[in-house]
């Protein structure tokens, strides 16, 4: 599915405005990218006070290199690329670990439209926590397959590993999750 056909946008005809220097372009592809990565890059590093920076490297690096994108995957993959290598390295760097993600700082940076606003609250707190436990490989893999929509294939380019890893990945981290949820029912 192209990013056209959820969004209306043409997001190969952006990228190729902005290897021309369109700062329109690059203005319309940074509102198209900007709430998927806050979301990618917040569930993967867990460090709400990276999001920003790294979303602003991510696209830097879109709006300064765009001829690195080789058309050998979709942009989405690409884009997701950067962004992942970034959390990554900011992450080491780091090298702290963030056990509890205060809520209210969490429930502000992330915008939810649904209508059912209370269930939606309860959704995400169970979600965030039980995302607690998995590693940032494995929260990266449920992120891009549940929220983007991406197939394993998609995700190993990402993430830079064989398709295999990810399916791993997935499964161990569906069985962290499924032990959570029976944990929380007992």
């Known amino acids: 599915m192209s ?18 220097g369109d700062a329109k372009a690059f203005e319309a592809f940074y509102k198209l990218y900007y709430s998927r990565l806050l979301r990618f890059i917040l569930r993967t590093t867990r ?4 999001v920003e920076e790294l ?13 690195r994108f080789t058309y050998n995957s979709k942009i989405s993959t690409w884009v997701f690329g950067i962004a992942y290598r970034k959390a990554l390295k900011a992450m080491s760097k780091n090298a ?16 939810d439209p649904m209508a059912d606003l209370a269930q939606n609250i309860e959704n995400q707190d169970w979600l965030n926590i039980a995302l607690a436990h998995l590693s940032a490989d494995q929260r990266a893999v449920i992120e891009l397959t549940f929220f983007h929509g991406m197939s394993y294939q998609e995700i ?7 398709e295999n890893t990810v399916k791993t990945r997935m499964f161990h981290a569906r069985k962290k999750l499924h032990a959570f949820a029976t944990a929380m029912e007992h």
Do not use: H
Not at 47 to 50: A, M, T, V
Not at 55 to 67: H, R
């Open 3 to 20: 990013t056209k056909a959820v969004s209306g946008v043409d997001e190969y005809a952006l990228l190729g405005a902005i290897v021309d």
């Open 55 to 67: 979303i602003q490297e991510t696209l830097l690096l879109v709006w300064q290199q765009p001829q």
């Open 96 to 111: 702290k670990r963030f056990n509890d993600l205060d809520m209210d700082e969490l429930s502000e940076t992330i915008d």
């Open 47 to 50: 460090q709400p006070e990276l």
């Open 156 to 162: 190993a380019q990402i993430l830079d590993c064989p």
